[in-house]
């Protein structure tokens, strides 16, 4: 019997979902791991296994966006949680050890919303390591256990990775039957890179602001960790339907690709959390938008 499913993890920045990300799916996925800022309102992180495969979504969005950034971000940002088969909490147990009245100030709000999701509900209590004097959880966990009826509390290490096998058989009790949705290696980096090419895209569609964007693509040909200890070496190729827009892309002595290019790299290089070479190439593909084995290759197609 095999097991597919989604996990949206929410919780307040720095409680450990990048982590526990990590643990679950290997350092590859640990630099998936978002800036609070970030307008990106989902990344996905893919664990497999012979028996199950658990995507699970980070939505790092979810409390700064509270007030702050637009409501289609938030909305969107409560679909990805209303869509997944169960809502994993992460709560930082050290610092609430340490103080319990940011109980109600940080995991309140969080409860009617998820609750409304329908989703199950788990609530990692995590950073257990760090919880020295051990007596100076139960006040937490009264508190918690009041605010959230319903939910499972599970304690864990997402660092030292104590408890995250528990943690998984909750996950994988709740999660339907069904076959893996995506193949093993594509897995770790498909993300990272799909993320990429959407900055590139983007830094493309601000700088052009026509239609033409609309006939490009972006395909990331390079994706180098090994070469060079300090930075990730990436060449994307943007592919364009007509020979006279590859002129306008490219901009006058470079200069319009080389402002897409050095857009595009600072924000990889954010999300990527590490220094980033990148170097773009424009290449004339006439009748791309209508050829279903690129628009596949490209991730555009059915
Ligand atoms: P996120 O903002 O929720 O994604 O949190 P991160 O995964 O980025 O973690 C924030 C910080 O907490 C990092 O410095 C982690 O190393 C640390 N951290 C996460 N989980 C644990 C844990 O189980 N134990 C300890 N001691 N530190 C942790
Ligand atoms: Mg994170």
Known sequence: ?????????????????????????????????PRPQTTRNRISGIYTDDESQIVFLDTPGIHQ??????????????????????VVVLIDAALYAAKPHLLDKEIKPLVKPVKETGRPVLVAVNKV??????????????????LWPEAEFIPISALRGQGTDELKAKILDIIP???PM?????????????????????KLFYSLR??????????????????????????AVIYTA???????????????LKKVGSEARKEISE??????????????????TEDPGFLRAMGLGE
Do not use: C
Not at 129 to 146: F, I, N, Q, S, Y
Not at 186 to 196: D, E, G, H, K
Not at 242 to 256: D, F, V
């Open 177 to 179: 039957e069904g076959p």
């Open 210 to 235: 026509q239609e033409l964007p609309y006939t490009t693509a972006v395909e990331i040909e390079v994706w180098d960790e090994e070469s060079r200890p300090d930075m990730i070496l990436v060449n």
């Open 65 to 86: 966006l509270r007030g702050k950034m637009n409501r289609f971000l938030l909305e969107s940002a409560w679909n990805a949680l209303a869509s997944a088969d169960a």
């Open 242 to 256: 007509q020979k006279n827009h590859k002129g306008m892309i490219i901009g006058k002595q470079g200069a319009n």
């Open 129 to 146: 390591d760090r919880v020295k004097d051990k007596p100076t959880m139960l006040p937490v966990m009264a508190k918690l256990g009041e």
């Open 1 to 33: 019997m095999h097991k597919f499913g989604t996990v949206a993890l929410i919780g307040p920045p720095n409680a450990g979902k990048s982590t526990l990300m990590n643990q679950y799916i290997g350092q590859k996925v640990a630099i998936v791991s």
């Open 182 to 202: 995506f193949p093993e290696d594509q897995i770790s980096t498909a993300p990272v890179r799909f993320m990429a090419s959407e900055i590139i895209r983007e």
């Open 271 to 288: 999300l990527l959390d590490s220094k980033v070479h990148l170097e773009l190439w424009v290449k004339v593909r006439s009748g791309w």
